[in-house]
Each structure stands twice: as structure tokens, then as C-alpha cells.
């Protein structure tokens, strides 16, 4: 009988003959089932942030191990594919790779290790504790990506949420389960408002996300802004600007997998992120490393799409269940409130609280820009009184803005527009009323009964009137 002869079709049969050979020698037992095996495969390509894997399969979102020269394994996350080749991202330093190193597909869903035993705690972002203090459980995995709720089993926001700030405690109330962002430029006050927020809201639990900030203001973070007192009821995520893009992304993900950890024993959590535009940078990073096409001004598609998916995971959970009251801070490069990340925060969160420069420099903190924030949720959670109040108090902050330049010049004549009289003679308790020091809690009632006060002060209004009648 003629010897078989066996032929390779394609454009390089050497290749395949040595690809065959070695995915052949590297199959081994799968961990999950003695009759499943897992195929092994190479590493092809590593350019910059992003790896090419070829001789194995992944699903987007798995996990794979590339061993390195010295035997460690380097974590990776399956990014994209294209035809035969994975895409993929290293959670770690990637020194020590070589060509043909092996790449070894992991088994299951990306999970994180949830507990009581998370409180007072400081976790990177893989879920390890970056404290001193004792190992964790982990007696329990939720899926770190989520699962979604059907929007229809969400409880509506009814319950106000008392921050302990006064301007947004009586201007821009917030519901439980409501979606807020602080936007800013840099060096406004964005971390210190975060700081006073986390410290005076009512919660049950405090989650916070440090993600992609400085190394330095973790510590700062965590003995100024919780405190011992804080950090009891606190879980703390952080992923420092050194970490990879891609571990910047997993501490925001974990952040959001905690907070709806606790929300779903019924608990109600304050989750605070700091910040959404380092998320969105991290994503840009990996698109752009994987070759996908820039949209709007150097932002892939992908971002705008990762950002609602983080989003959405904050709010009131169905029947029965807690909330999660997410704040996210989102820098404003060069204090640009049309900025593409900005913008599209704006669009899917339930309102923003815009700080401004100009109130910053004058010395007023927190700096909010009452013309340029709101909460969209606000006229379900307070009384017909209150938002009566605080239209009155809009108009006088908005006259007197409008007519700022007149005023400052001595340009403006005094009795020409009686409304203009009342907001120059009310601004002085207009500025008390927004100052507020980082170390001071203004409850919810306190908040209401100091903005009627400036509306209603007669000794104000008959200054104001005072003064037409004498020019």
C-alpha cells in the first residue's frame, strides 16, 4: 500500500505544520473537568500595551496566563480578536515576556470575592487588600462586570438623601438611588466636596473608587476625608495612575460589584468615583492599543459604550432591596464643560453639580455654579414649598450674575431695575450661604430654614428698597 501523504492547505504550510505541533504539546487537563480539556496557545506579538496570542481560544472578557521567562504567570484579560489571533491586555508589569511564550486560556467568568469582612478595608484592583490588616474570607463571588436589573423592577427615587451640605442639601437635592456627577476643571475642589460628602451622608455603606488618581492621595483620601469613624462603615478601591489601564478599569468595575454586593442585603450605599474620566481614559487607552479608529476628539466608540455600562449599575435595586447613590467626579480639560467625556456623562447621569473657577478663586468653597447644576431628579423629592425657594433663589443668583460686569465697573445705576437692587442687596448673604467649611454639617432642615432666611430677611429686602428710593 502507497504511503499517505498528508498536505496542508493555506499560504504557509510550514507555519500550520508548527502551529499544529505546538498546540499538540501544550493540552493539559482543564481544572474544572477531568473530560474537558484546555488548549494552549503562543504569544505572536507584543507591541506597546497590547499582546497577540495565536493556537488558543478565549472568549472577550476571559482571563489568560502568559508565562513568563522566569515562570510567572502574567495575568491578561481577551480584549478583541481578529481571525485566529486574541487581543490581550496584562493586569501587570509585562517585563520578562519572550516570542512563543505560552499563553494559557483560564476557565469561568471574571468574579470578585465579596463579604462583610470588606468594611474598613482598602482593596486594589484585583480585590487584594493593600492594608495590613487580616486576610479575607471571601466566603462569596459576585460577577465583577454585574448583572443588569430590569428597569421596570427599579424603584423609583422618592427619598431625599441629606449630604450635609448645605447648597446642595437645599438647591440640588438628591434622591436615593440618583446618579450625580461634579464636574470641574483641575485644582477647583472636586476631591475636597467629594471628601465632605463621604464623611456627612447618611448611608449605610460607603464605597469608594479612587481610579487613576495620584498615588499620594490615597492615604490623604483615607486619613483627612473618612477618618477612622469612616472608614469603619467604608470600602475603599484604589488604582492609582500607575497601575494599568487595564487594572484602572477592573477598580471601577469592583467598585460598582461591592456596591451592589451590600445594596442587594438591602443596604443603602453611597458609591463615590474618583474619577469617571480616568475610567474613560483607561478604555481609550486599550482601544487605541488594539487598533480601534478614534471618534470624537481621540475617543473610540468603545468608550462612549463602556461608560452607561458602568453608570447604570448605581440606583435602586427591585423589591425589597437597597440603593446606591453614585457620585462621580469627571475632570473638564481645560475647564471645557463641552469636553466629549463631560458631554456624555451629563447625558447619562440624573444631574450635575458644575464647580467654577471664578467661585474658586474668590475664595468660595465649595464652589458651586448654581446656574450650571441640576438635579433631575429634584421635584420628586421635595414639597412645592421648597422648589419655590429655591426658584427664587436662581433668579436673584442669575441677575446678579448677568449684570456682574455692570456692577463691578460702578457702570450700574442704582433703582434702574428693582430686581437687580434686590439680588445686590441680598449678595452678601448669598455668598454666606454658599460658604461652608470643609469640617461643617448642614443638615437637610438646617439647609432649608438658611435658605429661607436669605430669601426672606425683611431687613435685606428693605435695604434693597432703601436704596431705590434714594437713587
Not at 446618579?179 to 449605610?204: C, I, P
Request: proline share 6%.
Amino acid at each position: 500500500m502507497a504511503e499517505q501523504t498528508q498536505t496542508f492547505t493555506g499560504p504557509d504550510p510550514d507555519r500550520n505544520l508548527e502551529r499544529s505541533l505546538r498546540i499538540g504539546a501544550y493540552v493539559d487537563r482543564a481544572l474544572d473537568g477531568p473530560d474537558k480539556l484546555i488548549v494552549e496557545g503562543v504569544l505572536r506579538r507584543s507591541v506597546g500595551l497590547a499582546m497577540e496570542a495565536e493556537g488558543c481560544s478565549a472568549p472577550v472578557g476571559g482571563r489568560c496566563d502568559v508565562v513568563a521567562e522566569d515562570g510567572r504567570h502574567i495575568e491578561t484579560e481577551v480584549v478583541g480578536f481578529a481571525g485566529e489571533r486574541l487581543y490581550l491586555m496584562p493586569a501587570g508589569d509585562m517585563r520578562g515576556l519572550l516570542p512563543n511564550a505560552r499563553v494559557i486560556p483560564v476557565a469561568g467568568i471574571p468574579e470578585v470575592s465579596v463579604g462583610d469582612d470588606l468594611l474598613g478595608r482598602v482593596l486594589d484592583g484585583r480585590g487584594n487588600p493593600l492594608d495590613d490588616g487580616k486576610p479575607l474570607s471571601r466566603r462569596q463571588s459576585v460577577p465583577l462586570f454585574g448583572t443588569s436589573i430590569n428597569p421596570l423592577k427599579r424603584q423609583p427615587i422618592r427619598e431625599p438623601l441629606d449630604v450635609g451640605v448645605r447648597s446642595i442639601n437645599s438647591l440640588l437635592s438628591i434622591g436615593r438611588g440618583q446618579r450625580m456627577g461634579l464636574f470641574a476643571g483641575s485644582g477647583v475642589g472636586k476631591s475636597m466636596l467629594l471628601g465632605m460628602m463621604t464623611r456627612n451622608t447618611n448611608a449605610d455603606v460607603v464605597v469608594v473608587g479612587l481610579i487613576g488618581e495620584r498615588g499620594r492621595e490615597v492615604r490623604e483620601f483615607i486619613d483627612s476625608s473618612l477618618g477612622p469613624e469612616g472608614l469603619r462603615k467604608a470600602v475603599v478601591v484604589a488604582t492609582p495612575a500607575d497601575d494599568t489601564p487595564l487594572m484602572r478599569m477592573h477598580g471601577a468595575w469592583l467598585s460598582a460589584a461591592i456596591a451592589e454586593y451590600f445594596r442587594d442585603q438591602g443596604l443603602h450605599v453611597l458609591l463615590l468615583m474618583d474619577s469617571l474620566t480616568r475610567f474613560a481614559q483607561a478604555q481609550r487607552e486599550i482601544a487605541l492599543a488594539i487598533g480601534e479608529p478614534p471618534a470624537t476628539k481621540g475617543y473610540p466608540p468603545s468608550v462612549f459604550a463602556k461608560l452607561p455600562q458602568l453608570v447604570e449599575r448605581a440606583g435602586n435595586g427591585a423589591d425589597g432591596k437597597g440603593s446606591i447613590t453614585g457620585i462621580y467626579t469627571v475632570l473638564a480639560e481645560g475647564d471645557d464643560l463641552n469636553d466629549p467625556i463631560v458631554d456624555a456623562s451629563r447625558a447619562i447621569l440624573d444631574g450635575h453639580i458644575s464647580l467654577t473657577r471664578q467661585l474658586a478663586d474668590a475664595g468660595i468653597y465649595p464652589a458651586i455654579d448654581i446656574e450650571s447644576s441640576v438635579s433631575r431628579a429634584l421635584t420628586q423629592i421635595v414639597s412645592s414649598e421648597h422648589q419655590e425657594l429655591i426658584s427664587r433663589f436662581r433668579q436673584i443668583y442669575s441677575v446678579y450674575q448677568e449684570h456682574r460686569d455692570l456692577i463691578a465697573v460702578g457702570a450700574y445705576r442704582r433703582g434702574s431695575d428693582p430686581r437687580v437692587d434686590d439680588a445686590i442687596a441680598r449678595w452678601p448673604a448669598v455668598l454666606r450661604f454658599l460658604r461652608q467649611h470643609m469640617n461643617e454639617r448642614v443638615d437637610t432642615e438646617t439647609s432649608i430654614r438658611d435658605l429661607r432666611a436669605v430669601l426672606e430677611d425683611q431687613n435685606t429686602a428693605a435695604d434693597a428698597k432703601n436704596v431705590a428710593a434714594v437713587n
